[in-house]
């Protein structure tokens, strides 16, 4: 059975129906109805722990807080200080038997800081945790449930105190193992386009591994780290230190993020890594030069890739602590009515922007290089706060919603689905132009992207352009294409 989260009195009210509309014409004709009277009232739910006043009262700007905390009159009533209301989505239909959760209802919160031309807001999509059911009674639509086991009491299990955790282990191998199964555009192929080297990962020592040297004709299966590199890295391939590499080193003695990359690569059963620091030989302009252009070879040829999301250095681990409790979904049972339909049931409350607010956090996020990186891999585990992210082109997922996020399109990433996943040949995709359509997205999000090298601008997304060249035989010149080279240079400069 699935537990219940605590909620104050003004909430539960909120989601049995029992609220007065709002006091304003202007809000109650829009819907809304009365939330927390006062400041005083937000705050001390907050500190009981109410799911819902606790995320917006930490969400309240700090000055705003420290005046709210401070103020001996804020026990008064302010007409509608909070308010809230339930939403359908318009683009949804409810006339017919939903198979699938949909975005059926939302929940919209406002608040204000006592001034009325200043108010934020939170919106909540409630994702049935049953499947849900429309049927006409005496002219009344009537929302029912059935078990799901999609939305069932496993997608919202406890989970460990850190990302370390044997539970977090085990679902990145579920998450791997799942894609490798049943997403046909990332089963295993044969390929010869291996990384010229990778990091054999062994019980005590890792050995730098030259693979055309050492015969490895097939696929080598082997994941990748992306990181964020320090201004001075304690350990880098060197022409003098490849001969040390190779004979072998002991793996306590590499920086912490790399032990805990190599600790995920051998759980998912993976007998290789690629790291750039250890794979490209960091005082070879002519070796650096080659490895960079090639960057398609190691992340899009990959198993699956993991972001350090969270860690500042490689001296950073890649594990982070974390409150099991910041993870799990709120869950409340619902008695009200949206518009003429009663809604009954209950209800896992996903906050809109929390993928999205956790996917920014990510230290990689602005980083030029790691942004290729990501896009690039066919898999990518991103190791955030406060939990793991799984992103591939089928599917995104995370601890809270471990079988699927019930809203990608909240969830907005760029992908080269296009590219990778497309059956078409060269003019098929050349004539659908969704190619060049997608490069564009990715040119914009690159543009916004921090290098610490200016000269790196192009060749940081020279895998990229490689990539989308090899599946679309077009003419690239420094990010843009010859298909629609009139369209990209139709630009001006901001006032």
């Known amino acids: 059975m699935i537990k219940l989260s605590k909620l104050c009195s003004t909430c539960g009210d909120m989601f049995n129906g029992n609220s ?17 009277t006062s400041p005083t009232h937000f705050r001390a739910a907050a500190l009981q722990k109410c799911f819902i006043c606790s995320q917006n009262w930490a969400k309240v700007p700090e000055p705003y807080r420290l005046r709210w905390e401070k103020e001996e009159d804020n026990t008064r009533n302010d007409v509608d200080f909070m308010r809230y209301r339930f939403v359908r989505n318009t683009h949804e239909t409810v006339t017919e038997t939903v198979t699938e959760p949909t975005e059926f209802l939302a929940l919209e919160i406002l608040w204000n800081n006592m001034d009325p031309l200043k108010s934020w807001s939170t919106f909540y999509h409630l994702v049935p945790t049953q499947r849900l059911e429309i049927t006409a009674v005496d002219d009344q639509l009537i929302a029912s449930f059935r078990s799901d086991q999609t ?23 579920e998450w791997c193992s799942d894609c490798e199964k049943n997403h046909d555009a990332y089963r295993m192929k044969s390929t010869d386009d291996v990384p010229t080297r990778l990091i054999e990962i062994g019980t005590t020592e890792w050995r730098l591994c030259h693979t055309a040297k050492e015969a490895c004709t097939e696929r080598v299966k082997f994941v990748a780290l992306s990181y964020r590199w320090p201004k001075v890295p304690s350990i880098r391939l060197l022409k003098s230190t490849e001969p040390i590499f190779r004979r072998g080193q002991q793996i306590f003695a590499l920086p912490q993020l790399f032990q805990d990359a190599m600790e995920v690569a051998v759980y998912l059963g993976v007998r290789y890594i690629w790291l750039g620091a250890l794979c490209i030989i960091q005082d070879s302009l002519d070796d650096w030069s080659y490895e960079s252009a090639r960057m398609t070879n190691v992340y899009a040829n990959s198993y699956c890739t993991i972001a350090a999301a969270a860690s500042a250095d490689p001296n950073d681990s890649l594990f982070k602590e974390r409150s099991p409790e910041d993870i799990l979904s709120g869950i409340a049972e619902c008695n009200t009515t949206q ?3 009663p809604v009954i049931g209950t209800f896992a409350i996903l906050e809109r922007d929390s993928w999205h607010r956790e996917f920014e956090a990510s230290v990689l996020q602005l980083r030029g290089w790691c942004f290729q990186e990501r896009i690039l891999a066919p898999r990518t ?8 992210l799984w992103e591939c082109d089928a599917i995104l997922q995370n601890e809270t919603f471990r079988n699927k996020f019930p809203y990608p399109r ?50 940081a997304i020279s895998g990229l352009a490689s990539l989308y060249h090899k599946r679309t035989n077009d003419t690239y010149f420094a990010g843009i294409w010859q298909y629609n080279l009139l369209d990209y240079l139709l630009w001006m400069s901001a006032p």
Request: aromatic share 6%; proline share 3%; glycine share 6%.
């Open 151 to 173: 939305f069932s009491g496993s997608s919202f299990l406890n989970h460990g105190s850190s990302t370390s955790s044997l539970r977090s282990l085990q679902l990145i191998k």
């Open 410 to 459: 909240l969830a907005p990433t760029i992908r080269a689905s296009s590219i990778r996943q497309s059956d078409q040949n060269e003019s098929g995709i050349l004539a659908s132009g969704i190619a060049f359509k997608e490069w564009a997205n990715i040119v914009e999000s690159y543009s916004r992207c921090a290098l610490t090298e200016a000269n790196d601008k192009l060749v």
């Open 20 to 36: 007065l509309p709002c006091q304003r014409d202007i809000l109650k004709n829009a819907g809304y109805r009365l939330h927390q």
């Open 339 to 341: 518009g003429n339909v």
């Open 381 to 388: 585990i991103h190791f955030a706060t406060p939990q793991l």
